[in-house]
């Protein structure tokens, strides 16, 4: 079947402007998650929507970052007025559910703010 | 908090030499550990995972065994190919109030030469 997809591939933005981002996770899985990986910083947690409970938000790093997901698939990561250290490449996984299972992730958009 | 620490590379190895790249923890309970790896021009995808101590998680000739006591996960391969060549995360899946995310340690570049 279809792994976890997203869109686009690769963005190159200037400082300022607004971002997004997006995530199809595989057809299913009830959990969804957002992370990002930079050469300073490794691999960190952003955010954990799973089914209809309120998303788990403590990893965003700034107001300034944002995701939803809609009708329990589809999610969105929303950068506003994009900073040069927000360069990074953001992840999005999925899972069926619980951090017991295993997180199926997508091959990334690489971020680049000029 | 959580946290997860592993050997810093890179490693390159000759083909069939042993792999050992270690890999330690610190959390509250009992978390599961995971490895992942990204093949060059790849996306993320678990090797292998456990969920308990004592636990050994196995894939491809590679393995990892849960030692509570001295919380580690480290991961080791008797004999690597080429197409072992990789990038190695070790990570630890949070529990209560961190339960969905993954904590991912810094990454192990390993090239094997032919």
Redesign the interface.
Known sequence: GAG?SQSPSNKVTEKGKDVELRCDPISGHT?L?W?RQSLGQ??E?LI?F?GNSAP?KS?LPSDRFSAERTGGSVSTLTIQRTQQEDSAVY?C?SSLA???D???????TRLTVL | GNSVTQMEGPVTLSEEAFLTINCTYTATGY??L?W?VQYPG?????LL?A?KADDKGSNKGFEATYRKETTSFHLEKGSVQVSDSAVY?CAL???GST?????????TQLTVWP
């Open positions: 976890v959990a998650y992370y490794g691999l947690f954990y799973q788990d990893g992840l996984a619980g951090s017991r295993e997180q199926f992730f997508g091959p990334g | 978390p599961s995971f992942y790849e996306g993320l995808q678990l995972k969920t995360f899946g949070g529990r339960l969905g995310r993954l904590y991912f340690g810094r990454g």
